[in-house]
T-cell receptor
Framework: GESVGLHLPTLSVQEGDNSIINCAYSNSASDYFIWYKQESGKGPQFIIDIRSNMDKRQGQRVTVLLNKTVKHLSLQIAATQPGDSAVYFCAENRIQGAQKLVFGQGTRLTINP | NAGVTQTPKFQVLKTGQSMTLQCAQDMNHEYMSWYRQDPGMGLRLIHYSVGAGITDQGEVPNGYNVSRSTTEDFPLRLLSAAPSQTSVYFC??????????????FGSGTRLTVV
């Protein structure tokens, strides 16, 4: 089985409820942020991104909120479904003009029926 | 359109052995990178390349070499495998070398065990 994420923070939600996954970033110079979803045995998959000149961005069933004052990023998933079970990572672009995404630790989302 | 293809999917090495992890993309992406993923530590950047002939080190480059002779391929070489290199390795690519707009496309990973 998948050994990644043995020590990850875990969020358990009921099917149909909304999920909120949080991420703190460290570098105030970061200006681009991405959320990824990683299912067991697969590579990370892009969900949604946001630039630092925005506070909120919405996609299909997902919303990303950015609070630059406290360097906090969150991913909201509406009406959580079993297929949303995965590990979710935030990533920040820390170096202006260079492509070096730095990933957070990840949060495991489990859905209770 | 295969995206990012990594081979092998699984590998067991003995300490001191060398090997190459293969990564190929068919999307004409400029940017390619290698990450390792360890329990509780997220993904850490090993090496990256912004185009053919150009490579640079990431956060954890020691013990690994890369080259980028073509746009499509970005192999990762382990020179002398150590147990600390036991990990899951991901290759990722994106179209634009300056920004990761729209995110990276990741391969499915290579699970490496060094005994």
């Amino acid at each position: 089985g998948e050994s990644v994420g043995l020590h990850l923070p875990t969020l358990s939600v009921q099917e149909g409820d909304n999920s909120i996954i949080n991420c703190a970033y460290s570098n105030s110079a970061s200006d681009y942020f991405i959320w990824y979803k990683q299912e067991s045995g697969k590579g990370p998959q892009f969900i949604i991104d946001i630039r630092s000149n925005m506070d909120k961005r919405q996609g299909q069933r997902v919303t990303v909120l950015l609070n630059k004052t406290v360097k906090h990023l969150s991913l909201q998933i509406a009406a959580t479904q079993p297929g949303d079970s995965a590990v979710y990572f935030c990533a920040e672009n820390r170096i202006q003009g260079a492509q070096k995404l730095v990933f957070g630790q990840g949060t495991r989302l489990t859905i209770n029926p | 359109n295969a995206g990012v293809t990594q081979t092998p999917k699984f590998q067991v090495l003995k300490t001191g052995q060398s090997m190459t992890l293969q990564c190929a993309q068919d999307m004409n992406h400029e940017y390619m990178s290698w990450y390792r993923q360890d329990p509780g530590m997220g993904l850490r950047l090993i090496h990256y390349s912004v185009g053919a002939g150009i490579t640079d080190q990431g956060e954890v480059p020691n013990g690994y070499n890369v080259s980028r002779s073509t746009t499509e391929d970005f192999p990762l070489r382990l020179l002398s495998a150590a147990p600390s290199q036991t990990s899951v390795y991901f290759c990722a690519s994106s179209y634009n070398s300056a920004r990761a707009e729209g995110g990276y496309t990741f391969g499915s990973g290579t699970r490496l065990t060094v005994v």
